[in-house]
């Protein structure tokens, strides 16, 4: 996964979900969590218009090249 993608789920994470990190820590008080649906539901859209944002983004011909 793209290092901007990680960055922008653990951004979404902690803004709307209130959760430190996404990287499995082994402790289940650390790795489960109660989350509103409200709560759910602004993490969904916080994602959906980061991914709109950066579709719509002006892209490198060098990157379209990549791949």
């Known amino acids: ?4 993608t990680t960055q922008m789920f653990e ?3 902690r803004e709307h979900l209130f959760v430190e990190t996404l990287e ?3 402790r289940d008080a650390l790795d489960f969590t109660e989350v ?3 709560g759910i539901r ?8 980061a991914g709109r944002r950066a579709g719509n983004a002006p892209r490198d011909p060098a990157q379209i090249a990549e791949g």
């Open 11 to 13: 951004a979404v994470a």
């Open 1 to 4: 996964m793209a290092r901007d």
């Open 36 to 38: 509103s649906v409200w």
């Open 24 to 26: 499995t820590r082994n």
């Open 42 to 49: 602004a993490a969904l859209e916080a994602a959906f218009e």
